[in-house]
Every structure is written in structure tokens, then in C-alpha cells.
């Protein structure tokens, strides 16, 4: 049990998801102050998401180790190399990553932090499409 717990602890994914969770959480809350909407119940359901995505991956580790799953010959040659092997926790906490990445690019834009441009521009246009949270910038 303490080399399953010293594994989750030294996991780069869960570090760096995190990481990643935190900072959504700060910028997050900086826009709520800087907007002057805060919304507890947004509050409460991001992190409940949040908590839910950090329960899933413990699992997905959990489930990884008890199966031995490994999906690395699903990657392509060129980045296999990188990997020793990716199990359901790797590839759930990568889709998990790119999600937080995508919020806290998100909140730095609408809190005025700056982006790079096309990184800026490729948000604007993906948060037009697929969200509403860009309305008000308008």
C-alpha cells in the first residue's frame, strides 16, 4: 500500500493537474471579483467537477495497477519513446489537462491577463462557438 501511495504521490499527471486545478480556481476567482459575479452555485458545481475528475484519476490509477492496462501501442512511433506505458489514468488525465488548460486560458483572457495573440484569437473564436461567456465581451 505505501508504494501505491508513494506512485500516486511522485505521478506527474496528478501534479500537474494540480497545479492546473489551483490556478483555474485563483483565476476563476479573480474574474468573479474583477466581473463582480460572484455565483455560488457556479462555485459549487466547478468544484464538484473538479473533485470528480481528482476522484476519477485515483481510480483510473487504482484500476490501472490491479489490470496492468497499457494503451502505448495506440500512440504513434514518434512519441511512443516518451512513454514507458499510458493507462486509463493517463488517458483520462490528459483529456482532463487539456480541459483545465483550455479554463485557465479562458479565465486569463476574460480577467485582461495577457495571451498570445493567436493563442487569443483561437480562444475568442472556440469560446464564441461553444459557449456563451464571451457575449458580454462583445
Known amino acids: 500500500m505505501n508504494e501505491f501511495l508513494e506512485d500516486i504521490m511522485n505521478n506527474n499527471l496528478i501534479l500537474l493537474f494540480s497545479v492546473l ?5 485563483f483565476l476563476g476567482s479573480i474574474r468573479a471579483i474583477k466581473e463582480k459575479k460572484w455565483n455560488s452555485t457556479v462555485g459549487i458545481n466547478g468544484a464538484l467537477r473538479k473533485v470528480a475528475m481528482i476522484g476519477a484519476l485515483l481510480f483510473l490509477l487504482v484500476a490501472d495497477k ?10 504513434p512511433e514518434a512519441i ?10 493517463g488517458v483520462f488525465g490528459i483529456w482532463f489537462l487539456l ?3 483550455i479554463s485557465v486560458l479562458k479565465n486569463m483572457m476574460l480577467c ?3 495571451v498570445p495573440k493567436k493563442l487569443k484569437n483561437k480562444m475568442t473564436e472556440l469560446l464564441n462557438d461553444f459557449s456563451i461567456e464571451m457575449e458580454d465581451k462583445k
Do not use: C, H, K, M
Request: charged fraction near 15%; glycine fraction near 10%.
Open 80 to 89: 511512443r519513446g516518451s512513454f514507458s506505458r499510458i493507462g486509463l489514468a
Open 112 to 114: 485582461g491577463l495577457p
Open 99 to 101: 480541459y483545465e488548460s
Open 21 to 25: 486545478t489551483t490556478l483555474d480556481i
Open 66 to 75: 490491479l489490470l496492468n492496462i497499457n494503451f502505448l501501442n495506440l500512440l
